[in-house]
T-cell receptor, first 116, second 116 residues
Framework: AQSVTQLDSHVSVSEGTPVLLRCNYS??????LFWYVQHPNKGLQLLLK??????LVKGINGFEAEFKKSETSFHLTKPSAHMSDAAEYFC??????????????FGAGTRLAVHP | GAGVSQSPRYKVAKRGQDVALRCDPI?????LFWYQQALGQGPEFLTY????????KSGLPSDRFFAERPEGSVSTLKIQRTQQEDSAVYLC??????????????FGNGTRLTVT
């Protein structure tokens, strides 16, 4: 079965400093991995996805993530945090279920706070 | 609008009442998902439609939950005899074709259900 573990429920950084949001996954086959962001009272937005191409994936708003199979990790990073990055971030793995269709399996989320 | 629309935005129900939550996917989108997001948790899969066919309902937590998409567009999630543990944000998402990990998934802003 597929699953994801987000290692930090809350992360707090100062504006202009690097961001690191950690995610480990468990999958019995080559997974597809995603990061989604959820701003208050807004819908989930896809930041980036990994689907077995390049291991370093660049997303929107300056975020990127690196797929490391040996470590079963897919950490999200950004060199310099902006106030507008404050939100809830979800690491997601694509699971499988009967019939050959995929569903998304979400981690519990990491709330990112950015201080001036 | 161009996005996935969900209504109502907020719903308060007394325990034991029935509720109906509506999802208007992006026009022409074939795939439609329902997710349940409890407070402080990541979204959890409820059910998946491809056009009008409900191909997977393995995530529905009990037989009080029922979803339909009779004409392959608008979907309704119905919860009968609501319980306090049903309090959550219910998210709808759609994508253009038969969904795969390469297909962009568009989320609505959700319906926040509070059962008192």
């Amino acid at each position: 079965a597929q699953s994801v573990t987000q290692l930090d429920s809350h992360v707090s950084v100062s504006e202009g400093t690097p961001v690191l949001l950690r995610c480990n996954y468990s999958s019995s086959y080559s997974p597809s991995l995603f990061w989604y962001v959820q701003h208050p009272n807004k819908g989930l937005q896809l930041l980036l996805k990994y689907t077995s191409a390049a291991t370093l994936v660049k997303g929107i708003n300056g975020f990127e993530a690196e797929f490391k199979k040996s470590e079963t990790s897919f950490h999200l990073t950004k060199p310099s945090a902006h106030m507008s990055d404050a939100a809830e971030y979800f690491c997601v793995v694509s699971g499988s279920f009967s019939g050959g269709y995929n569903k998304l399996i979400f981690g519990a989320g990491t709330r990112l706070a950015v201080h001036p | 609008g161009a996005g996935v629309s969900q209504s109502p935005r907020y719903k308060v129900a007394k325990r034991g009442q029935d509720v109906a939550l509506r999802c208007d996917p992006i026009s022409g989108h074939v795939s439609l998902f329902w997710y349940q997001q409890a407070l402080g948790q990541g979204p959890e899969f409820l059910t998946y439609f491809q056009n009008e066919a409900q191909l997977d309902k393995s995530g529905l937590p009990s037989d009080r939950f029922f979803a339909e998409r009779p004409e392959g567009s608008v979907s309704t999630l119905k919860i009968q005899r609501t319980q306090q543990e049903d309090s959550a944000v219910y998210l709808c998402a759609s994508s253009l074709g038969r969904w795969s990990s390469d297909s962009p998934l568009h989320f609505g802003n959700g319906t926040r259900l509070t059962v008192t």
